[in-house]
């Protein structure tokens, strides 16, 4: 009876170390790697197809994953910032629609890469990077770039009038 005790023992730890295991899990030398991987298994827009859905005023969300001071200092015009670090927490408040079509920037393609990667297992459906990021949008489409953009949370607002009343 003891060694039967032992035996069931011994196969629920095989069982629970065997599934704990992942067979999808990779490990990378180097972000570098890591990014060049994920941008084979991503779709891209290039910024000419782009400026055409922009300018065919179609209904995409256009989501700039770069840091909030680099959005602040300049976007696309009518961009969403979500930045790369937050996405996964930030993207149905923003982007509630899931199939709606998503064109995700950075810089140059990294980050938005590695974004766009998550974003099919938050069941987005069409999710495209923007090739060449917002350093090829703004040396192509210069008139089509927001200085200082003011959205919802970022946006300054005046403070309150006093009241009259008790403390105001």
């Not at 065919?56 to 969300?61: C, G, L, M, N, S």
């Not at 979500?82 to 408040?93: D, F, L, M």
């Amino acid at each position: 009876m003891n060694g039967m005790i032992k035996r069931i023992f011994y196969i629920i730890i095989a069982i629970t170390l065997l599934g704990c295991s992942s067979k999808n899990s990779k490990e990378y030398a180097s972000v570098d790697e890591m990014v060049k991987e994920t941008k084979t298994k991503v779709d891209f827009i290039s910024s000419d197809d782009l400026k055409a859905v922009l300018d065919a005023h179609k209904h995409v969300y256009l989501i700039d994953c770069r840091e909030s001071e680099e959005f602040d200092s300049a976007c696309i015009k009518d961009a969403i910032n979500i930045p790369r670090g937050v996405i996964e927490g930030s993207i149905s408040e923003k982007a509630p629609k899931h199939r709606q079509t998503v064109i995700i920037y950075c810089n140059n393609g990294d980050r938005s890469s590695l974004a766009a990667a998550i974003l099919p297992h938050l069941k987005y459906s069409d999710v495209k990077v923007l090739e060449g990021g917002f350093d090829d949008w703004k040396t192509k489409y210069p008139d089509m770039i927001e200085i200082h953009p003011v959205r919802g949370d970022s946006q300054v607002k005046a403070p309150a009038k006093p009241s009259g009343g008790c403390g105001g």
